[in-house]
């Protein structure tokens, strides 16, 4: 059977390779609209994870890996070998930075020499990891056509991004929008036919190029509309504005203006790396793309802004930094979910342990937390705990928080995601980003 009527039938296999944020919610949406789907991963505990339907990613219902799992439609394994019988790959792999900020594309081309290994005729490979434009074509398609395919005649290639919002209720993987660019036309064709398959709405792109840029676009938009309110902070820190008054006001209009709010610096897989492909790759043709530069000089500036106010905070209070009980509430890099990737509080407590503060920490979603050498283990938010400390420092605003109950409790909360907007009583006790 060619591979377009496999995928229209949904009789194709499926391999998933890289079981992480992206690509275990990926492999059980596959297997639960009927494909029998192979997940591949390099780290065994993972893939005996999923074997065992042990779900480890918050956005992956417990019951939907379990039934999966039990109705064979999903296995893992470390073996590369199964590519082979695979119809269609979906790459899920990361794609973090070097220290100096630049692509580190290793894991897919990891998985591209495992490919060129395992590559057949009639097989479609797409690349889901955010990357720079000409990854695709650049990098995975020259290995695979050594192969002696031929692309658009019996090999497919297209590239198709993530753009899942982790923790996001209404927008999950099958009814965001799912942009598809292909490497040729015949491409296009079997990739938009495959995702059809499981995803509601389908955007084709006239390649894999406009399909990366798009995506790294999406992703340069928010670090750099981040950095604008937090360099806006600032200011009206300095003119003693709130700045989250200013924001609500502007936000009153209906049309031009869409909210973004400060913090204590950006996280996640996604904000903090991803505009930073792009910058690497338009020097390559001439072009120093200055707004990715200022927002993340401004957004990593933001953790050192944040232990200056504390320190100024303390101060006030006739208190200094070195010794001072800080209790950090929240550590992952957004509310409400377990990633603490990239979060900034990590570079926020290793600021605070250079100044010799006494840090300790609570996150429900956290129960651990590394900083340098210095292991942390979440602590249980008690009144006590909290008047004991010198401060409570709020770095990520976790619904599960008892706002009020901190703010009556602690001697003064340092709020940077103003999670405390609603307490009405003892207001004195909180300071904001401004
Ligand atoms: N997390 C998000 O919210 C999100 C959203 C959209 C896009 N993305 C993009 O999706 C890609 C994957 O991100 P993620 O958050 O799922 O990462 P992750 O670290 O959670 O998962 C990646 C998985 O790949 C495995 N892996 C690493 N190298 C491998 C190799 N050579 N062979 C096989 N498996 C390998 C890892 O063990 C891990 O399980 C990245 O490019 C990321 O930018 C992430």
């Not at 949904?10 to 990926?26: D, F, N, Q, T």
């Not at 339907?53 to 394994?77: C, F, H, M, R, W």
């Not at 001072?324 to 600021?351: F, H, M, N, Q, W």
């Amino acid at each position: 059977m060619k591979l377009l009527e496999k995928v229209k039938s949904r009789s194709a296999k499926i391999g998933v390779v890289g079981l992480g944020y992206v690509g275990l919610p990926l492999a059980v949406l596959q297997a639960k609209t009927g494909f029998t789907v192979i997940g591949i991963d390099a780290v065994a505990e993972k893939v005996e994870l999923v074997n065992k339907a042990k779900n480890y990613i918050g956005d992956v219902l417990d019951s939907d890996l379990q039934e999966v799992i039990e109705k064979k439609k999903l296995v893992a394994t470390t073996d590369f070998s199964a590519l082979q019988e695979c119809d269609v790959i979906l790459i899920c792999v990361p794609t973090p930075l070097t220290k100096n900020k630049e692509p580190d594309i290793t894991a897919i081309v990891k998985v591209t020499e495992h490919l060129a290994n395992y590559a057949h005729p009639e097989m479609l490979v797409v690349l889901e990891s955010t990357t720079y434009p000409g990854t695709t074509e650049e990098v995975i398609l020259p290995r695979l056509e050594e192969k002696g395919l031929t692309v658009g005649q019996d090999l497919f290639v297209a590239f198709s991004p993530e753009r899942v919002d982790p923790g996001n209720e209404d927008f999950k993987t099958h009814n965001t929008f799912k942009l598809v660019g292909g490497v040729t036309e015949a491409c296009q064709k079997v990739a938009k036919a495959f995702y059809e398959q499981s995803i509601v709405k389908i955007f084709p792109l006239s390649s894999p190029r406009v399909a990366e840029m798009a995506k790294v676009f999406e992703n340069v938009f928010r670090s750099v509309n981040i950095a604008l309110v937090n360099e806006l902070t600032v200011l009206c820190d300095r003119m003693d504005i709130n700045v989250y008054e200013v924001i609500d006001a502007a936000a009153t209009k209906n049309f031009g203006f869409m909210a973004f709010y400060p913090g204590p610096g950006v996280g996640g897989h996604c904000i903090p790396l991803d505009p930073y492909y792009l910058s690497w790759k338009s020097k390559e043709y001439d072009i120093h793309t200055r707004f990715i530069e200022l927002a993340g000089e401004i957004n990593e500036g933001m953790p050192y802004y944040v232990v200056n106010k504390l320190q100024r905070v303390l101060n006030q209070r006739g208190q200094c930094l070195k010794g001072a009980k800080v209790l950090v509430l929240g550590v992952t890099y957004k509310a409400d979910i377990s990633d603490d990737r990239e979060s900034p509080a990590t570079k926020v407590i290793e600021l605070l342990q250079k100044e010799n503060a006494n840090v300790s920490y609570v996150d429900p979603f956290a129960p651990n937390f590394t900083v340098g050498s210095q292991q942390y283990a979440s602590q249980e938010l008690t009144p006590q705990l909290l008047a004991d400390s010198a401060c409570a420092l709020i770095l990520t605003a976790h619904s599960a928080f008892d706002y009020d109950m901190i703010v009556e409790q602690a001697p003064v909360v340092f709020d940077t995601r103003n999670g405390t907007r609603n307490v009405e009583s003892h207001r004195d006790r909180i300071v904001l980003l401004s």
